[in-house]
Structure formats: structure tokens, C-alpha cells
């Protein structure tokens, strides 16, 4: 009996190491899907940063390009999903509020989800693991900080440099956001709102909309400031339209105070350069730190023991620092860094995940001095 109970034993120890070793050494292969087409100046160093994140740690990204459209998106969620090739797991975001259907299909399928960059409704959709219990976590930027961060930025730049009041004796502003239904635009109108409701010293006109666009954008602002002839302030969602702001002020040979949020390489420059007051953001970084988490989760480290609904902090940047920055991150050499040290499985004296822009820095810092 004794020689029977310990073979019993000695199989199952076998069983349990084999199977651990077999989660450890499989390669996990996620999709990720993107709104806009290749190329785009967000989702490019997002992807980047991605797919460095999986290299480290033995993943593999598989990339889609809804190019604009939400049901060609919901197609591609669905050709992931499904079939011998289906993923190991999808991440996407609330893209023209298309997020609860794009969770219904991973659901179906039974395919691990993550949404990030733009959250659903949780009065709607329920929270990560309650409606959809193969919905994993979300991980949102703060975009309504960002917003809000922005608007104080971009009048009290222009209040320092004495640009001229309005009529009334006020800064007047102008707004210019992306696509309407989109949860970034809405978070940062928020923002932008907030902190206009909370000065006596601005004015803000109008807020129209560009779809994230630059060349909107230029459109928007000229055809705007026809009717507004007072406007010295232009707060714009994103970094294109900011750019495309920039262009229409060229045109008509207008001053204007301006920026963006998303830090991509173009409006880096220009607040560099001086063009531009300021650029939020490093929420492309989240790209990776789902990657991060969604390793931990497939190697038995879950991290909803520490949340499954988390908050991706911005940075600003501008001519003070931006200089810096270039410095650390201007070649974007991602795969320098070491994300291995991100994650609880292979760093198990981590207690609490860190993805700060400063965790980043030293991370990449101490990579190259080791290289």
C-alpha cells in the first residue's frame, strides 16, 4: 500500500512539475488592435514598446489595423479568436464605444481579454471579472488629468508671456477635440472643462471636433478664428490636431499658444523647438505593462491580487525638460531596457507593480550602462 501511495505521489509531483515547466517555457502569442492604420504616430511607438515588452518575456504580438472602422475591427477580434490560430489573448480598446461587443466575442470564445487606452462604461459593461469572466483587467491612461493639466499649462504660459486679453478683459481659448464617441476625447474635454470652470481669467469659445486629425484640425482652427477674432489659446486633444493648429496659425500669419497630448516624435520637436508649449503623455508605455501583466497571469502570478482596473499616470513635457528626455529616450531603443524587471514572476521581491516614466528611466539607464 505504502509503495502504491508513494508511486501515486511521485506521478502526480511529476505531472504538476511537468505542467509548470510546460507553462513556463510556451510561447503565449497576443493580438493586439489597433484603431488607425500602420504608421499611425501613437500606436507606432506603442506597438514598439509592445512588442519589446514580449521579447523579454517570450511572448509574441500579432498586430491588426482596423484602419477607422469599428466593425472591421470587430472582423479582426473574431479572426483572432477563433480556428486552430486563435490567440492566447486579445487587448484592444473601447474604439467608437465598439469595447462591450468586442468583450461579447472574447467571451464566446474563451480567450483572455484586456482592454486598455480607453475604457467602457462599467455601469454597462460591468467591471474586469464580473460580467465578462474572461475580461482580465483594464489599464486606462488619466486622461482627464491630462486635460485638465493642459488647459492650466497652455493660460498660464500665456499669461507669463502677456499675451492680449479679449474684449471682456480674458483669455480667449478654443478647443479642439477628436472623435466625439472616442473615451479619450470625452475624459480630456473633461479635463479641459474642469479647468475652465475653475478660473476667472479665460474665455473658452467653442469646442469643435477634428476625428484626431491634423489636417482637420488646420480646417477647424482657420474656419474658427473667422468668427472669433480674439482667440490667442487653442487646446488640442491629441498632438496632430495641436500640429495642425500650428499649420492653420502659419497660414494666416496668427500667433496662437498650443498643445497636445500623446508625446509623438513630431510634437516633441516642436515643443523643443519652441512651437509648441507642452505634449502630455507616455500612456503608449501601457502597451508593454499589459504585456507585463499578461505574463505574470499565464505563469500563475495574477495580479488581480493587487487590481484588475488600473490607472497609467502622464507625464509633461516641455521645453524644460523635453531636452532630457531625448537623452534617455530620443532613439527609442526599447529593447535596452529590461522588462523582465517589471514583472513579479521573474523579480518575485516586487510587491507592487511600478510602471512609472521614473521606473522606465532607471530601467533603461542602468540597461545601457550595462551594455
Not at 481659448?173 to 473615451?183: E, L, W
Not at 488581480?304 to 507625464?315: D, P, R
Request: proline share 4%; net charge neutral; glycine share 8%.
Amino acid at each position: 500500500m505504502k509503495r502504491i501511495l508513494g508511486f501515486t505521489l511521485t506521478v502526480y509531483l511529476f505531472l504538476f512539475l511537468w505542467g509548470t515547466a510546460q507553462a513556463q517555457s510556451k510561447t503565449y502569442e497576443i493580438a493586439m488592435f489597433v484603431p488607425h492604420s500602420k504608421g499611425d504616430s501613437f500606436w507606432t511607438p506603442l506597438e514598439n514598446f509592445m512588442r519589446a515588452a514580449g521579447n523579454d518575456l517570450g511572448m509574441t504580438l500579432r498586430v491588426y489595423f482596423a484602419e477607422g472602422s469599428r466593425v472591421k475591427m470587430r472582423e479582426q477580434i473574431k479572426e483572432a479568436t477563433e480556428g486552430p490560430n486563435k490567440v492566447d489573448a486579445v487587448v484592444f480598446q473601447n474604439f467608437k464605444q465598439g469595447g462591450p461587443s468586442f468583450l461579447k466575442i472574447a467571451e464566446a470564445a474563451q480567450v483572455p481579454a484586456f482592454l486598455f487606452n480607453a475604457g467602457v462604461d462599467h455601469t454597462k459593461a460591468g467591471k474586469p471579472r464580473e460580467k465578462y469572466k474572461h475580461w482580465l483587467g483594464e489599464m486606462l491612461p488619466d486622461d482627464e488629468r491630462a486635460g485638465f493639466d493642459l488647459t492650466n499649462i497652455l493660460l498660464d504660459t500665456a499669461l507669463e508671456r502677456d499675451i492680449p486679453l479679449g474684449p471682456y478683459g480674458k483669455l480667449e481659448m478654443i478647443a479642439i477635440t477628436g472623435v466625439v464617441s472616442d473615451g479619450a476625447a470625452i475624459e480630456r474635454e473633461k479635463g479641459l472643462q474642469r479647468a475652465v470652470s475653475s478660473r476667472s481669467d479665460v474665455e473658452l469659445r467653442q469646442v469643435v471636433p477634428a476625428n484626431w486629425k491634423q489636417s482637420e484640425a488646420k480646417q477647424r482652427f482657420t474656419k474658427i478664428t473667422k468668427r472669433y477674432k480674439h482667440i490667442t489659446v487653442a487646446w488640442a486633444a491629441n498632438d496632430p490636431m495641436a500640429l495642425g493648429v500650428l499649420d492653420g496659425a502659419k497660414e494666416i500669419n496668427m500667433p496662437i499658444i498650443t498643445g497636445g497630448v500623446d508625446w509623438t516624435n513630431e510634437a516633441l520637436q516642436a515643443v523643443q523647438s519652441g512651437k509648441l508649449v507642452a505634449t502630455i503623455g507616455g500612456h503608449f508605455m501601457e502597451g508593454g505593462w499589459v504585456m507585463v501583466l499578461l505574463h505574470d497571469y499565464f505563469q500563475g502570478k495574477d495580479f488581480a491580487a493587487e487590481s484588475v482596473s488600473i490607472k497609467s499616470k502622464m507625464g509633461v513635457l516641455t521645453q524644460k525638460n523635453v531636452k532630457a528626455y531625448f537623452e534617455q529616450f530620443g532613439d527609442g531603443n526599447w529593447e535596452a531596457i529590461d522588462f523582465k524587471q517589471f514583472s513579479k514572476v521573474h523579480n518575485p521581491e516586487l510587491a507592487e507593480y511600478d510602471f512609472s516614466l521614473y521606473s522606465v528611466l532607471n530601467q533603461f539607464t542602468a540597461s545601457a550602462v550595462g551594455n
